[in-house]
Nanobody
């Protein structure tokens, strides 16, 4: 599985960005996808994930109500729509694929079980 993220950038607090993650190499509808982020001097943390069907989704508490995740099977792409961004959202954002499949329920997939990762895209939110 190859993953390529895009869509990061610099935005003012309260603004929006949409991150994209284009996947190739395996049947896109066969595995869950996750978004993670790593801020300077902090550990990488899970932000959101979506199961292979797009029905089941998970969000960490700090982004609930502000971020949305969805996948476009036809485009082999998963998106992270980020609204009302805050300075604490500043980080490098990574998408990852649960392949080989660990679980159909993405909320139980440990970070260490995502075997394929994109290169990351920087998000900077200014106050």
């Amino acid at each position: 599985v190859q993953l390529v993220e895009s869509g990061g950038g610099l935005v003012q607090a309260g603004g929006s960005l949409r991150l994209s993650c284009a996947a190739s190499g395996q049947t896109f509808s066969a595995y869950a996808m996750g978004w993670f982020r790593q801020a300077p001097k902090k550990e990488r943390e899970g932000v959101s994930c979506i199961d292979r069907t797009g029905v089941s989704r998970y969000f960490r508490d700090s982004v609930k109500g502000r971020f949305t995740i969805y996948r476009d099977i036809a485009k082999n792409t998963v998106y992270l729509q980020m609204n009302n961004l805050k300075p604490e959202d500043t980080a490098v954002y990574y998408c990852a694929a649960d392949w080989p499949v660990y679980s159909p329920l993405c909320s139980v997939i440990p970070q260490t079980r995502y075997n394929y990762w994109g290169q990351g895209t920087q998000v900077i939110v200014s106050s």
